[in-house]
């Protein structure tokens, strides 16, 4: 993960491309060069801390989709963590785990 860029294609405040109401709280992208179950690059939401630390993921099963992703976080605060967990059980479609790393 340390050879791959970080891209973040949805910047913080920025709105979702297909639900007008869902505003990113926290950076959003995906690793370059990297695949994932979706065929994208593996999700990352990135964070304030310089430290720029990969300590957790949410484990995400998405009904809608009807699909599982793991995002991974980096150098995300003990706020953007619960910011990001609570984004992904905000509704009935979708929800997630907070796994850490110790």
């Known amino acids: 993960m340390s050879e791959s860029k970080i891209v973040i294609d949805r910047p913080k405040g920025t709105v979702h491309p297909r639900f007008s109401n869902f505003i990113y709280k926290v950076d959003y992208g995906y690793l370059d060069n990297t695949a994932s179950m979706d065929g994208g690059g593996i999700d990352v939401w990135v964070g ?4 720029k630390q990969t300590d957790a993921i949410m484990c995400i099963v998405d009904l809608m989709k009807r699909d599982s992703e793991i995002k991974i976080l980096i ?24 796994i850490r790393r110790l």
Do not use: A, P
Request: glycine share 8%; net charge negative.
């Open 48 to 51: 304030t801390d310089k430290r």
């Open 75 to 98: 150098g995300c605060t003990e706020d953007e963590k619960e910011i990001v967990y609570q984004t992904h059980n905000e509704t009935e479609y979708m929800k997630g785990i907070l």
